[in-house]
Each structure stands twice: as structure tokens, then as C-alpha cells.
């Protein structure tokens, strides 16, 4: 008789039956297991929470007085029949794997993960199991990125240029991860930083969980002269809006993997790209999957089902979740178009 599995779809998310227990739900629960703080991953209403304690001060920072319990990574808890534990996905502060463990059968939910070196957060930590839940956000072989280092370094290049000829920097990053990534390896002997007011409550998470991060300022403490030499990190909500007038001359930027593409940079309507993304690329995926030892892999939102195209002629058991999960800035859906649209990287250097 083939077992039950240990996670299963629901209306209000990903179920799995042995603990009682969502993953991530979209819709109001008793219990979730959170794989971290990304709005489309933890969402207020549960009545309890599950997330790793790396990552408690965000997930406060993002849902206020919620009742969160939270586990050091590695740390087994028995929720019902089974026995779950988080381990580092490398995504964003406080990222977790969900591991779950009933009568020696092993599945692993990954959440959102990226398998690249990061200061600000552990590192992917591959996990053997018998199924193992992937995300897809670049899940298509177009998309391979750079080392992360020669792309920040080509950002710190960029912002002293602009620095010497009196003009801004502003840089459009995701305000939860890729905010805090980029202020932790920037040069900030260049010039000031400012940070937009939404960026601040996370900063100020990532500083109170024993993240190294450069001073910032708001716009407002900083004269003319200074903001003309600044690096303004700002979220892709504030593009041409009047925060920006702030500036008399800048040269503005997008920091994702979405920048890989030409056609989503011209689509951005920004001076230049970098493609530093939080998310695996086409062969950081493979990587992570091979590592598991899985047969059996259940692919999530981003380019779903052409990863499992791709696992089946592998070999692979696979097949898709239907999630209200939306990738990085939200944008895969708006973003899916440019994507397919385009046959070859665009020129980030």
C-alpha cells in the first residue's frame, strides 16, 4: 500500500497531515511552519507560528505581536506523528528548510533558497531526504549568474563613478534580503548611504540579530553636497515617485535576477542592471536537488512546469504544487513574459 504523503496541497496552503501543521499557508491557520519573512511566505492571521530563531527579530519586524515559537536550526520538535526540524535555505536572514520525518520516510519543503555564499545569512545546508519541495523563480537554463562579488564589485565601481561626477546612486532592491546583501559588501568609505523609511525596521532586524551592516541615513539628515555623492538604496515601489525629487541628479539602478534579461531591464526604464538575485539559478537548482538524493521532487511557482518537464526526462518522479507563492519583488508572473520573450542574457558588466 503506498504511504501517505507527508505534504499534501490545501486551499489554504501546503498541509502536511502527520503534524497538523501548513507550510507557509496564504490563508488563515492554526499552526504554520514558516521557511521565512517574504510577505508571500508569512502572512498575519495563523494563530501560531514555527520559524527559526535566526530569523525571529524580522518575522517580528513583519508580523509585530504574533505568537512565534522558534527552533535553532537542527533542532528537532514532534508535532503529531511527526518529527520537523529547520535547517538554513540561504535565502534571506532566518531561512529555513522544513524537514519532516515520520516512520523513516523523509520530505523536505525548501521554501525560497539560493545555494551562494552570503554574510548575511547561513549558508544552504543540502538535506538527504526520499522528496524534497523546490521552488522554480529561475527555473529556465537562461538564467546563471555571475560569482555575486564581480557583480558587487562592479556596483561599488558604478557608485564611485557617479560619486566623482556629483551625482546619486539609487539602487531599486527588494527592502528584505537583497537591501541588507548589498549594504553588508558595498564600499562605504565612497560616500554616504541612504536608505528609504521602509528599509529602516528591517535594517534595524538584521543589526539587532548580530548582522554587520554600514551606518545609514535618512534622507532627510544629509545636505545637498552629500546626497550628491550617495548610495540611496530604495525599494522597486518608490521608482518615479516624488521621494525621488529629493535627488537633483542621479543615476538609478535594479538589483535582481531579472536583471539577467535585456528585455526586463529596458522594461524597468533604469540606467543599469545587476543580476544579484536571492533565488538559485538554472544550475544552483539542479545542484540543491542532486544533493538531496531525492527520486521524488515536487516543483513550486516561477517556471514550474518546465522544470518538471525537465526533471521527468531526467528521470525524476516530478511533478508541481499550485501556490499563491510570487518569487522575488513579486514579480515572476508580471515578469514571466520578458522572460520567455528573450533568448539570451543581457550585458550586466
Given amino acids: 500500500m503506498p504511504r501517505e504523503p507527508l505534504v499534501v496541497q490545501r486551499p489554504e496552503g501546503l498541509y502536511c497531515p502527520a503534524g497538523d501543521f501548513h507550510i507557509d499557508p496564504w ?10 519573512a517574504h510577505a508571500d511566505h508569512a502572512r498575519r492571521g495563523h494563530g501560531r507560528y514555527l520559524a ?62 539560493k545555494t551562494e555564499a552570503d554574510r548575511t545569512c547561513a549558508p544552504f545546508e543540502p538535506l538527504r531526504c526520499h522528496a524534497f519541495v523546490t521552488e522554480s523563480t529561475f527555473g529556465l537554463p537562461i538564467y546563471r549568474w555571475r560569482p555575486p562579488a564581480e557583480t558587487l564589485a562592479d556596483l561599488n565601481a558604478w557608485w564611485a563613478e557617479n560619486a566623482r561626477a556629483g551625482r546619486a546612486s ?28 521602509a ?15 554600514p551606518e545609514t541615513h535618512p534622507v532627510t539628515a544629509l545636505d545637498r553636497a552629500s546626497l550628491a555623492t550617495a ?5 522597486p515601489s518608490s521608482q518615479s515617485t516624488p521621494w525621488l525629487r529629493r535627488f537633483p541628479d542621479y543615476s538609478d539602478a535594479f538589483a535582481s535576477g531579472w536583471m539577467q534579461l535585456r528585455a526586463t531591464r529596458r522594461r524597468r526604464a533604469v540606467d543599469r542592471g545587476f543580476a544579484l538575485s536571492d533565488h538559485a ?59 520567455m520573450a528573450v533568448a539570451e542574457p543581457a550585458d550586466v558588466r
Fill in 27 to 36: 490563508r488563515p491557520v492554526e499552526r504554520a511552519a514558516i521557511t521565512h
Fill in 281 to 339: 539559478d538554472w544550475p544552483g537548482l539542479q545542484a540543491a536537488i542532486d544533493a538531496t538524493g531525492a527520486q521524488t521532487v515536487i516543483v513550486t511557482h516561477g517556471y514550474a512546469q518546465s522544470m518538471v518537464r525537465w526533471l521527468q526526462s531526467q528521470g525524476f518522479d516530478a511533478r508541481a504544487f499550485e501556490t499563491e507563492f510570487e518569487g522575488e519583488e513579486g514579480a515572476a508572473a508580471t515578469l514571466a513574459a520578458d522572460s
Fill in 170 to 197: 539609487v539602487v531599486f532592491a527588494y527592502a528584505l534580503g537583497k537591501a541588507q546583501r548589498i549594504l553588508a559588501a558595498v564600499d562605504a568609505s565612497i560616500g554616504p548611504i541612504v536608505c528609504h523609511g
Fill in 231 to 235: 548610495l540611496v538604496l530604495a525599494p
Fill in 52 to 113: 527559526a530563531r535566526a530569523g525571529e527579530h524580522v518575522l517580528r519586524a513583519r508580523l509585530g505581536e504574533a505568537a512565534i515559537e522558534t527552533l535553532d536550526y537542527g533542532e528537532v520538535v514532534t508535532l503529531g506523528d511527526a518529527r520537523v526540524s529547520l535547517h538554513p535555505a540561504g535565502h534571506v536572514l532566518g531561512s529555513a528548510q522544513v524537514r519532516i520525518e515520520r516512520n523513516g520516510e523523509v520530505w523536505v519543503v525548501s521554501g525560497d533558497y
Fill in 199 to 213: 528599509m529602516a525596521p528591517l535594517n534595524a532586524a538584521y543589526r539587532a540579530s548580530g548582522v554587520a551592516l
